[in-house]
């Protein structure tokens, strides 16, 4: 196989972790948000691993995967803000709520960790 097709592959795949995390995405489904998180991080690796391949800049033009590239990394950071915050905001909920462990699994946030020290 050739390299740069090993390249595209692994961008292809980051693609996918994205839109994979697009369709998942719900605020309202703290599950839904680690789901999120982990498909991300899957794709972030991909990419990091696009990034370290030394053939990367002889198989290919710059260009011809970089607007891909680019599209990807902001679709990332876009997501990571919402899911980020939509997991402060449901630790909050859990904290202001939480207090009372049938409240909180009633809230459905029973799979948030407690922060140590915090009754």
Known sequence: MRR???LEERVARAEAHVQAALRLWRADQPSRC???RLLLGAAIGELQDVQRD????????PASLGNRVRKIKADIDLLTRLVDSATAFCR???????RD?????ASGLDALPRIEGVA
């Open 101 to 105: 462990a049938d409240a909180l699994a």
């Open 34 to 36: 680690d789901e999120c």
């Open 4 to 6: 740069g097709g090993a």
């Open 92 to 98: 909050g909920m859990a904290l202001t709520i939480g």
């Open 54 to 61: 030394p053939a990367r800049g002889a198989a290919f033009p």
